[in-house]
């Protein structure tokens, strides 16, 4: 991945969640055409496309170039951006990051919403699924190399699994999971096995970073409309990258939003939501796997006492997980944790949101060896993306986001962490209420509890033992042993 300039500015609308960003845009859209520039507009969802060309002026002539539009959508757009017959083009974040950057070279970029900027795929392999892999790649030192001469191999490993995804009569030997390891050695992103897990398997797991900012380097200029971008995965990469940013054009006025506003964490104050701690029964604390019929889960019971604090319909926010199988049909709107260009509810004054964005495990991993290749934490900016902007735009699904709206808004929230970034965001007079998580039975996440052996393996850090030698001494599995060599550092520094 080539490093951009220093100098590099990237213009930054920041703004609340309905204050009228994308409208600066589109308002402004007329006159920069008629001045001769070129603007592509990428949008984080094909659902907003609608939405957005509608609100179009009239007169404007655009292209949307997208999965609905072509069956092609890589080769069309690279066509459009060389030929410049379209002066406004509509796409996808995806397929904007998928052509080659210097075709950007001319072109006004205006991504909408900030943009994925690392992934952390991992999976767990089974030993046959591994023997498949292991035809054309070699394992070394806890990581996966292409074998000497299986690139092409790879090649064609991959093209016939989309080949038959497509639909082809014929037959692959890669899963969906092997074909998307393949895809990131074929690229050069690192890709880690770990050690066996007990039931027999081995995850196996790599950092994919983006190359948008190869392509924000070769655009004449980028926009980027958000509500956020400071402390976020982007404004993390944008450091180490050395982008600078500028304030946009496109940046609405916002008097901040009317309504009152109250936010109920649900889990006690000090805490951090998790699955695991919801995923308890509710009266004996065991897993959610142990359930027996009759049990209700902590995340069930918690459901159960905002319900009854809740007016209209509330607008739920939920992993999957969270099935609420129970609830009858038309007590809640499901929506998408991914709620952006959902407008649909903002009659609603209520919004639940119970899912989660702290680093898995595997995730931890990822992020120890970013902060190991670029020597800063990025661990904040992890939650940041996954949790705490998410819930942002969650909670303002709702009335919040009308400014007619005289009623009270209740917000039912993870943690302390989501309530205090919605305060200090744009929910300054909100008030924090602690009642509800006072009287829901949460039990303490098990990954809280210190693992007897960490003592131990401390020792052994301080002996200068390798993490592996520390696994087979004390019996513990390589990613926890991972995760203590991160905390005896920070010790070590403090």
């Given at each position: ?57 009239t007169?404007?002539?655009?292209r ?7 069956d ?8 459009a ?34 943009p ?129 940013y ?8 916002f ?55 809740t ?29 952006r ?6 009659g ?39 949790l ?12 919040v ?8 808004i ?85």
């Amino acid at each position: 991945m080539t490093n951009i300039a220093p100098s590099k500015v990237i213009h930054t609308a920041v703004s609340a969640p309905g204050a009228g960003k994308t409208q600066a845009l589109i308002s402004q859209i007329p006159s920069l055409l008629s001045a001769g520039r070129s603007i592509v507009l990428a949008l984080p969802t094909l659902d907003l496309t609608d939405s957005f060309v509608n609100r179009l002026p009239t007169g404007v002539t655009y292209r949307v170039i997208n999965s609905t539009t072509c069956d092609h959508v890589g080769t069309e757009l690279m066509v459009a951006l060389k030929k410049k017959a379209n002066h406004l083009i509509i796409t996808t974040h995806q397929s904007i990051f998928a052509v080659r950057p210097n075709l950007l070279w001319g072109w006004t970029l205006v991504i909408d919403e900030l943009p994925p900027v690392v992934d952390f795929p991992a999976f767990p392999f089974e030993p046959s699924e591994l023997a498949q892999l292991f035809v054309n790649a070699v394992e070394q030192d806890g990581r996966l190399y292409i074998r000497e001469d299986c690139a092409g191999a790879i090649e064609t490993s991959l093209a016939t699994f989309r080949a038959v995804s497509a639909g082809a009569d014929r037959t692959s030997m890669l899963s969906r999971e092997g074909a998307r390891i393949y895809e990131c050695l074929k690229d050069g992103h690192p890709v880690f096995i770990d050690s066996e897990i007990p039931n027999g398997n081995r995850y196996v797991r790599s950092v994919v970073e983006s190359n948008c900012w190869d392509t924000f380097a070769a655009a004449e200029e980028v926009h980027v409309l958000a509500a956020s971008v400071i402390g976020s995965q982007f404004d993390d990469f944008a450091q180490v990258h050395g982008v600078t940013y500028a304030r946009s054009n496109f940046t609405p006025a916002f008097d901040g939003y009317t309504s009152a506003v109250t936010i109920y964490p649900v889990i006690p104050k000090g805490r951090n939501y998790s699955k695991s701690a919801v995923t308890m029964t509710a009266h004996d604390g065991s897993s959610m796997d142990q359930q027996t019929q009759g049990e209700t889960l902590v995340i069930d019971e918690i459901m159960k006492a905002i319900l009854q604090r809740t007016a209209g319909t509330p607008l739920l926010f939920s992993n999957k997980w969270a099935s609420f199988r129970w609830l009858p049909r038309g007590t809640v709107h499901r929506c998408s944790i991914d709620s952006r260009g959902l407008n649909d509810y903002q009659g609603e004054t209520d919004a639940v949101l119970l899912f989660g964005g702290n680093p898995s495990p595997s995730d931890k991993l990822a992020l120890e060896f970013l902060a190991e290749k670029y020597g800063r934490d990025f661990e904040k900016g992890f939650v940041v993306t996954r949790l705490l902007e998410p819930s942002l735009q969650a909670a303002t699904r709702t009335a919040v986001r009308d400014r007619s709206n005289t009623k009270s808004i209740q917000l039912f929230v993870q943690d302390g962490r989501v309530a205090d970034y919605l305060v200090s965001t744009y929910m300054p007079n909100a008030v924090i209420n602690w009642g509800l998580a006072e009287v829901i039975p949460v039990g303490q996440d098990r990954r809280t509890v210190d693992d007897p052996r960490k003592q131990k393996a401390f020792d052994l850090f301080a002996q200068n033992k390798k993490n592996v030698e520390v696994a087979r001494i004390i019996g513990a599995h390589r990613n926890a042993v991972s995760n203590w060599k991160r905390d005896w550092r920070l010790a070590q520094a403090a």
